[in-house]
Every structure is written in structure tokens, then in C-alpha cells.
T-cell receptor
């Protein structure tokens, strides 16, 4: 069966520090991968999605970037965190086109 | 641009009641619609996936319907239990793009 791992679960980082969140999927190949952010009291905002290795689409201009170095690995990064980067970050995967999407357990990021 | 609306934003019911959560979307050109459950501080758990060609899906006490032409979906929960308390999110996958667009969710509280 397929599983998705996301870490760390919680993170407290100072303003201006770098960020690296990692997400890996097991049990499938060539998944579509997604990074979402959920701010307090708001809906999920799509940040990045990837349909293959090295293929990244950005949805929102911001302080973050994403990379997909391997088929089932998706990394969210920042060189310098802002206070506004605080939130709940969720990684997700799906098969091609009209298949079900599955989410990781999320990372709670607090920038102080 | 696809917009997804969920009404009500919050709902409180006594245990044992049947209830309906509503989801509406503005663009009927969708691949599918998916209902999720989110517990506080956790990731999203997929509940039901309805393909654009389907009218409804059932899983246990849950039944989701889809009326694509009117841009509406409902999630019916039968015989609600305190363990059903969570935020319920609906999301649509549009034909042109490969990602999900989410509503803001309905926070459900089932009182014992």
C-alpha cells in the first residue's frame, strides 16, 4: 500500500533562518506531488505541485521554493524565513488525472 | 478561476442526528470532487472521491452526492457520533489544472 511521510511534525525557526521540509511517498511511482499551506482559520492554499522529477509549478509568488530531486521525494525550502511563513504545511500525492489525493500529517512551522 | 464554498462554516448537533454538509463550486469542468476530514493539528484524511461521471459514493455512514451541472455536492452523515467531530473539507480537481481547490471547511461538533 501507499504511504506518505512528512517531517518534521513541528518546527520553530527564527526570522531569517533557512527552511527545509521533506516529503516522501512509498508504494507508488511517478506520483503528482503537492505542497499546501494552511494558515490559521483559512483554507488550504496550493504552493507548488510537481508532475515529475525536476518539474515544479509555482502557484503563489513568495519566499519559498520547491524541488523534486527523486521521483517520490518533494522538498520545500526557503533561504530566509519571514514571520508570514508561519503556518501548517501539508504534502500530498495523487496518481495521474482523476485519482484520489492523499495527505501527510503536516508540519506546524512557527517563525519567531 | 474555480471557487469552492462550504456552508455552514460551523455546525453543532446532538449525537444520533443525521446531518448534511454542503459544498458548491463555480466551474463545473471538474475531474472529480473529494471530501476530507481534518482533526485538530492533523493532516487530511480522505473520506470519499466522486468522479465527474458519478452521482454519489457511499462509505459506511457517509454518503456524498455530486450534481456537476449545478456545481453542488453534499456529504450526508447518518447517525452522527462524537467521534465524527472534526473539520470537513471538500475539494475539486479541475480539468485544466491538476491540483485540488479547497473550500474553507465546515467545523462539525457532535455533542454526546
Amino acid at each position: 500500500s501507499q504511504t506518505i511521510h512528512q517531517w518534521p511534525a513541528t518546527l520553530v525557526q527564527p526570522v531569517g533562518s533557512p527552511l527545509s521540509l521533506e516529503c516522501t511517498v512509498e508504494g507508488t511511482s511517478n506520483p503528482n506531488l503537492y505542497w499546501y499551506r494552511q494558515a490559521a482559520g483559512r483554507g488550504l492554499q496550493l504552493l507548488f505541485y510537481s508532475v515529475g522529477i525536476g518539474q515544479i509549478s509555482s502557484e503563489v509568488p513568495q519566499n519559498l521554493s520547491a524541488s523534486r530531486p527523486q521521483d517520490r521525494q518533494f522538498i520545500l525550502s526557503s533561504k530566509k524565513l519571514l514571520l508570514s511563513d508561519s503556518g501548517f504545511y501539508l504534502c500530498a500525492w495523487s496518481g495521474q488525472l482523476n485519482t484520489e489525493a492523499f495527505f501527510g500529517q503536516g508540519t506546524r512551522l512557527t517563525v519567531v | 478561476k474555480q471557487e469552492v464554498t462550504q456552508i455552514p462554516a460551523a455546525l453543532s448537533v446532538p449525537e444520533g442526528e443525521n446531518l448534511v454538509l454542503n459544498c458548491s463550486f463555480t466551474d463545473s469542468a471538474i475531474y472529480n470532487l473529494q471530501w476530507f476530514r481534518q482533526d485538530p493539528g492533523k493532516g487530511l484524511t480522505s473520506l470519499l472521491l466522486i468522479q465527474s461521471s458519478q452521482r454519489e459514493q457511499t462509505s459506511g455512514r457517509l454518503n456524498a452526492s455530486l450534481d456537476k451541472s449545478s456545481g453542488r455536492s453534499t456529504l450526508y452523515i447518518a447517525a452522527s457520533q462524537p467521534g465524527d467531530s472534526a473539520t470537513y473539507l471538500c475539494a475539486v480537481k479541475v480539468l485544466i489544472r491538476r491540483q485540488l481547490t479547497f473550500g474553507s471547511g465546515t467545523q462539525l461538533t457532535v455533542l454526546p
